[in-house]
Every structure is written in structure tokens, then in C-alpha cells.
T-cell receptor, first 113, second 113 residues
Framework: GQQLNQSPQSMFIQEGEDVSMNCTSS?????WLWYKQDPGEGPVLLIA?????ELTSNGRLTAQFGITRKDSFLNISASIPSDVGIYFC?????????????FGQGTILTVHP | DTEVTQTPKHLVMGMTNKKSLKCEQH?????MYWYKQKAKKPPELMFV???????INESVPSRFSPECPNSSLLNLHLHALQPEDSALYLC????????????FGDGTRLSIL
């Protein structure tokens, strides 16, 4: 099925550094979601975006819904060791795909103390 | 702690066994989902229930049989599984099967011998 292009695939950073990752698509999405998954657990919703151009923060996390509705980015400021995990973007297209999420391939984040 | 509860956390079964995975949510959500996830890959949608009726089946083999006894419970019945079915099985729920974000449980780690 369709997938979102998420980059980078992996990141190795030092504690305290800022992180940026993004998702792009050739199709328009009505909702963009960002999830984090720790080993042995399910994905946890970090941020939900509903309008083109929307910029939303959740603590040290900031995400934006691209103005073209075909992309989104997630920034993490001042990273800490517990930020380690896999980050997934996901989107809803609506219409006949009612209820279906399209996922990116994930960004594996490693933070060195 | 996740508000979507899945049991068991781990399951090992032979190819001839019959077992069931269970999912429960008490958030009043009317849409529930089953996903299959391989290591370091995004979740893959299997089934969607909306208002206790099956609304999406992503061409899942018949050895997987979903059931939604009521609005809070979702089961996945397993029979005659194959080794390639070994994966993390995630349950999720959302207020409705629309653009509203899905909330995931921690999954059942399934191993087929």
C-alpha cells in the first residue's frame, strides 16, 4: 500500500542536540500524526495536526502540517536519553480511506549521553 | 500507562493451535483496529471495526478472525498460523473511524513455532 517517505531513517546524536525529521507524500493528507514507539511497547501519540500550516508544540516537541498538505516535520529540542526510540509519522487522507492511517517507515533515534 | 489494554503480552503457539488475542478500551471509542507489526517496521493495518461492525478487512488470511463482542472489546482469533505470522499484534482505538487519532495498546508479541 501507499507509504509516506520519512527521513532520515536513523539518527545518532549527542544529548542536548536538536533533532529534525520529516515526512513527505505525493498525495494530500487531511491529518498528520506523530507517534513514538519504545521497545516492547505500542506507539504513543505525540502530536496531532489538523490544518495546513498548523504549528503545534508538546513540551520540547514541535510539529508542523505543511502548507501543501503533502508534508510534515517534527523537531525535538535539547534531546535527552529518554528520547531514544522509533518515531513514526502517519496521515489520514479521508474520503474512501476512512479509518485508515498511512505510516512512514520510521526514524530510529539514538541519543548518546 | 496505555488506556488500551491487550492480553496476553506474549504468546507462543504451534501451527495447529487455536488461541485468541484480546483488546479492551474504556474511553468510549467507537472504532477499534488490529495491526500487525514486524521489528523496526511501521504497523500494518489488518481490520477496522466501526460501531461494532467490521468496516475494513485488508485482505487478511482467514486464519485470522476478528470479533467485536461490544464497543469496549475486540478479539482476534488465531488458527493454523504460519511461522511468518510471528509479529507484534497491536490493537488501537479512536473516537470514530475518521480523522481522529488512534491510540495504541502495547501489543501482544506472538511467536509461532
Amino acid at each position: 500500500g501507499q507509504q509516506l517517505n520519512q527521513s532520515p531513517q536513523s539518527m545518532f546524536i549527542q544529548e542536548g542536540e536538536d533533532v529534525s525529521m520529516n515526512c513527505t507524500s505525493s498525495s494530500i493528507f487531511n491529518t498528520w500524526l506523530w507517534y513514538k514507539q519504545d521497545p516492547g511497547e505500542g506507539p504513543v501519540l505525540l502530536i496531532a495536526l489538523y490544518k495546513a500550516g498548523e504549528l503545534t508544540s508538546n513540551g520540547r516537541l514541535t510539529a508542523q502540517f505543511g502548507i501543501t498538505r503533502k508534508d510534515s516535520f517534527l523537531n525535538i529540542s535539547a534531546s535527552i536519553p529518554s528520547d531514544v526510540g522509533i518515531y513514526f509519522c502517519a496521515g489520514h487522507q479521508g474520503g474512501t480511506s476512512y479509518g485508515k492511517l498511512t505510516f512512514g517507515q520510521g526514524t530510529i533515534l539514538t541519543v548518546h549521553p | 500507562d496505555t488506556e488500551v489494554t491487550q492480553t496476553p503480552k506474549h504468546l507462543v503457539m504451534g501451527m495447529t493451535n487455536k488461541k485468541s488475542l484480546k483488546c479492551e478500551q474504556h474511553m468510549g471509542h467507537r472504532a477499534m483496529y488490529w495491526y500487525k507489526q514486524k521489528a523496526k517496521k511501521p504497523p500494518e493495518l489488518m481490520f477496522v471495526y466501526s460501531y461494532e461492525k467490521l468496516s475494513i478487512n485488508e485482505s487478511v488470511p482467514s486464519r485470522f478472525s476478528p470479533e467485536c463482542p461490544n464497543s469496549s472489546l475486540l478479539n482476534l482469533h488465531l488458527h493454523a498460523l504460519q511461522p511468518e505470522d510471528s509479529a507484534l499484534y497491536l490493537c488501537a482505538s479512536s473516537p470514530e473511524s475518521s480523522y481522529q487519532p488512534q491510540h495504541f495498546g502495547d501489543g501482544t508479541r506472538l511467536s509461532i513455532l
